[in-house]
């Protein structure tokens, strides 16, 4: 494996002001569309992006979550609010989060600031999980450290008897988030690495496009 000769041409698209909508968010719906449009293989995962904490003494630490949500101009995840993400959050609103699909050769960088959802809509949520994921919510104390494999799968089963009918419920320390975004950046990879990038900021109530040097 020679790392220093593995390059891609990018040569499937652009993005021009032109062609850019005014507002941020309708512009990334129509890409995460294209994202997922076509027999794409099953493993791309679109919703999947890159969110980036940083706890009050400038430790930042990135992890991939899943997008589950982008009604009200924000950006929606669920996770486990007791672990190191939810920790940091909670003492640091300033998020990011990042999409990668490889596929169309195009990312989207997200920067704002990051608030709990409503009890109501975690519980709403998690019940439309399967069930041995809501079981699987309840087992794992998201980023301490565990005795072994085997604890874990222990407790799975204990909880699967327990809960083998009826409603589970929806663990006070787990639920969802949301970012409202105060930048957000689309790239798409163009030749020569002359890629396209344009950045919306948000300014009052308007939105203002710039296009970044690559
Ligand atoms: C494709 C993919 C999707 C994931 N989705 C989630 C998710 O939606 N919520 C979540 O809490 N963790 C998710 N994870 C696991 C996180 O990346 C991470 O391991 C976990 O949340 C613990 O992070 P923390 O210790 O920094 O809090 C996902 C991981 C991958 C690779």
Known sequence: MSLYEMRQSYRLGSLLEKDADADPMVQFHTWLGQAIEGDLPEWVEANAMTLSTCDPNGNVSSRVVLLKGLDDGKFWFYTNYDSAKGQQMEANANVSLCFLWQHVQRQVRIEG??????????????????????LGAIVSQQSSVVASRESLEKQLDTLKTQYADGEIPCPENWGGYCVTPTTIEFWQGRESRLHDRLRYRR????????????
Do not use: C, M, N, T
């Open 113 to 134: 600031h990051v608030e709990k959802a409503s009890r109501e809509r975690s519980i709403s949520y998690f019940h439309k999980r399967p069930r041995d994921s809501q």
């Open 203 to 214: 300014e009052g109530s308007q939105w203002v496009i710039q296009r970044l040097s690559p």
